[in-house]
């Protein structure tokens, strides 16, 4: 809602949509604007490898920002639809230890994405707080910038100077809204398959529950599937600019001409990035293990005097688990912690290669 990417439920008059859509259009503007002015900077000003160094990162970022906000607004009714599978049978928790499960998996949500706000909007803090005790003073913008009028003036400057900082506190929250949902759906996918084993523990007592867990384990695969289709492009941008983004700060690092606090400024964004994938990464991985679980939970249950009906469509779904939910950014990378490895290696590789050239 803050990024302009979903309106509140509210606001069902059609002023106040209108007032949205308002909103909406001048965070696209504002974020698109600041990408741009970089990104014309890179075209038209620099002829050297240092300043292009300087403006790179960030510019990768904005980008990404911009990417982020796109597919939020073109999958609002994906994400309603994905939500709306959550909260209708045979996903919906029916039973209190059912909804103590699904409550512990929206505790990891809400607290894993406060952490990983804070610790975004801190980094953004750390830059404009340096900005302001050395750019700010000399009269130059926080970021490298082309810009089609002339900023010398006492009052532009500052609307300029505004303006940067606005964007990047923007295309942060824009970050933390995308990489958060994409993360708690995962989350969910295996707060299911635990819901899964929890109503499998109870079919010895009650045998009619196996046809919606049948149901529920087929819906849990289709979950993960449109999570990953509908999100896709999305997390392969990612992979791509994190690489780039780690390759670009370490050849930063070496140079000796960066102040400390832009040392701890360069080190807290790396963090902020490399936190980006590795959230992608550690769930994929968690929901390839969990799936992959299912069949020895199975064997762990009381099957042995079940019918054969009810044995076979176990066995059904044990065959089904036995190849486990495996995510991937556009069916290529596959979002498990060894490509998380990959990527850190690729991303040294290619900074070596452009060190010595």
């Known amino acids: 809602m803050i990024c302009g990417c979903w309106i509140p439920d509210s606001w069902t008059t059609p002023y106040k949509r209108l007032v949205y859509h308002v909103y909406t259009i001048f965070i696209m503007v504002l974020i698109h604007t600041f990408m741009l002015s970089q990104l014309m900077d890179l075209i038209l000003t620099v002829d050297n490898a240092n300043d292009f160094t300087d403006n790179f990162y960030m510019l990768l970022a904005m980008f990404v920002s911009c990417c982020k906000m796109l597919t939020l607004l073109m999958n609002r009714s994906n994400i309603a639809m994905l939500i709306d599978i959550l909260l209708r049978k045979p996903c919906r928790p029916v039973q209190s230890d059912e ?4 409550q512990k998996f929206d505790k990891h949500v809400q607290l894993n994405t406060l952490c990983y706000t804070i610790w975004v909007e801190t980094t953004c803090l750390c830059i404009a707080v340096t900005s302001l005790l050395t750019e700010f003073r000399r009269g130059r913008l926080t970021f490298r910038a082309w810009l089609p009028f002339d900023y010398s003036s006492s009052s532009l ?53 196996l046809r919606e867990s049948v149901m529920q384990h087929n819906s849990v695969f289709k979950f993960a599937q449109l999570v990953n289709e509908k999100f896709k492009l999305t997390i392969v941008i990612q992979f791509i600019v994190s690489t780039l983004v780690v390759c670009f700060i370490l050849y930063q690092f070496t140079k000796s001409t960066a102040l ?13 990035m490399l936190s980006q994938i590795f959230f992608y990464c550690w769930y994929g991985n968690e929901v390839k293990l969990k799936s992959r679980q299912l069949v020895d939970k199975i064997f762990d249950i009381e099957w042995v005097g079940l019918s054969k009906h009810n ?13 486990p939910i495996e995510l991937s950014s556009a069916y290529v990378i596959s979002m498990n912690l060894d490509s998380f490895v990959s990527l850190l290696k690729t991303s040294y590789s290619a900074y070596n290669i452009m060190k010595q050239v």
């Open 260 to 272: 400390r606090a832009q040392y701890m400024q360069l080190i807290m964004y790396l963090g902020c």
């Open 157 to 209: 400057y500052r609307i300029v100077y505004a303006h940067q900082l606005i964007s990047l506190t923007a295309g942060s929250m824009l970050h933390i809204a995308c990489d958060g949902l994409i993360c708690g759906l995962l989350v969910h996918v295996c707060c299911q398959i635990e819901i899964l084993e929890c109503r499998l523990r109870r079919i010895a007592h009650d045998q009619d529950i």
């Open 99 to 102: 909804i103590a499960i699904q």
């Open 311 to 323: 044995t076979d469509s176990l066995i059904m779904i044990m065959r089904r688990s036995s190849k």
